[in-house]
């Protein structure tokens, strides 16, 4: 029996609509000229009856609000105006949201920009409307980004939501009943999308794979300022430094690393392959050089952390090892100077009831700590959480055993697993390496202090916290590898060793003033 509207719309009256209203959402969708015109009032009652109603229920009245489909009406110009209205309409349904739902909610608003960055990507913009066009989505991708951002100022693990319809169904009021959930996130992997379906959607997962659209979507509309190609490197790098710096977001820096094993990037769509790989060695160096604190301070979420810390810094050495053998050995130092190879052997062991001391591995380097993992494993020890990051770190080992030359970087590897350097010729080239590290730690510095300025408005209302410190490994970050020859040999000098530090720009302590 049907409940109407005389009856409260609370508890259990409450779910037979909402699961009726769904139901005869999906059988709208089946047919061949949907019409929702008639379901407003039923979804407009559901909104109004929550201050904070189901995540399906949003999504569903903001689809039938804003037209099925409607983003692909009008030119390039028009679907903006259209993007626009789409994430007032959005953010301003999710007002008493939690701020992952927040930005989950946000994924069409990510897809229709998407569609137009890829058009706008593929003109020569000549044209006044054109140029006009791509000023507009700057501003919006600018405008969604801030938005996410202040959501994300403060991490909390928020429950799950269980769908009435599956997420596949509700991605059909977007993308067209012959499509899906992988065509709604076009900028998040096959793998990465595998792998949060097996998460069941987990509200903060899907949160932080919008954000990294958003994210990439920025660091595309990049390439379209008039910057010579090592500016704009060193743009990018202390943009995404600052960046995560002031995110603070396991979600999104997980998805962020699981992405970077892709190759090519999901953004080879947009980008030229030469730009792919350009911003392939700016996010490497971003998330392997720096030490993030707040990766260390998120109990639920540092083994998952911790492992995907490790896979990505083997592949970038795979990556890079016939290319820049320096960034090679900056990557491994990095790594093995950081907290990450303690935290793995400390969770695994305690994990699987080891000795932390007879079961270690011998070495503390990515390659042989993914070595121990597998060898776990391989005696029926439960280590890695999900299959797709384990077939990372099978196949990169399979990569590097076939690939690795004999007698070059391996027989620089101490016993403990770290690279060192021969000091031959360091003294004479000191001083200009310290000058090129410090340039980039400066640059570093800006932009961790122009996130913190942008942010400080938004956040007055939290209370004053600790100021905290990012640790940054010193590395020649001007060092282009794009067009290195393959065999470059190895360099003789290096500072990687060396630290500066930089406030966090999410310390809020002089936030109030």
Sequence with gaps: MEVTGLVPLVGENYDVKMKNSMQDILSEISKESPNFSHFVDAFYELMQAKVDPPFEVIWVYAAIKFGYQNFEKGDTLDRILSAKGLFQLLSSCSVSAGASKSVALLAPVVFVVQKVVLELFGKELKLKREKKAMREVKSLVDVVLGYMSICCSEISDEENFDLVLGFTNLACLWVGKNDGFESLLPLVSSDVCGWLCAREFDVGYL???????????????????????????????????????????????????RTTLETPLPLISILKPEDEILLRTVLFDAVLLVEYPFLYQNATHIKNLTLTRLITTHEAVEYFRELDQNRVISYIKAFSSSNIPSQI?????????????????????????????????????????????????????????????????????????????????????????????????????????????????????????????????????????????????????????????????????DSDS
């Design 345 to 509: 052997v400390k969770l695994v062991t305690s994990q699987n009831g080891l000795d932390e001391k007879a079961g270690a591995p011998n070495g503390l380097s990515p390659k042989g700590l993914i070595n121990w993992l597998l060898s776990l494993e391989s005696r029926g020890l439960f280590v890695f959480e999900d299959d797709i990051l384990k077939s990372h770190a099978k196949l990169s080992l399979d990569i590097s055993h076939t690939e690795q030359p004999t007698g070059a970087l391996d027989s620089k590897i101490t016993d403990d697993g770290l690279f060192y350097v021969d000091n031959v010729g360091e003294e004479e080239n000191r001083a200009e390496e310290d000058k090129q590290n410090n340039t980039i730690s400066d640059a570093f510095v800006a932009a961790a202090q122009t996130m913190k300025s942008n942010d400080n408005e938004s956040r007055k209302r939290k209370s004053k916290s600790k100021r905290k410190k990012i640790k940054f490994v010193k590395y020649d970050l001007l060092q282009n590898s794009v067009g290195v020859k393959a065999g470059t040999s190895a360099p003789t000098n290096d500072s990687s060793s060396g630290e500066s530090e930089v406030e966090d720009p999410n310390s809020d302590s």
């Design 207 to 257: 949160a932080g794979a919008v954000f990294m659209e958003v994210f990439f979507l920025k660091l595309c509309l990049s390439f379209h300022l008039e910057l010579s190609r090592d500016e704009l490197e060193i743009n990018l790098k202390s943009w995404i430094v600052g960046s995560i710096t002031s995110f603070q977001n396991v979600y999104f820096l997980e998805i962020l690393m």
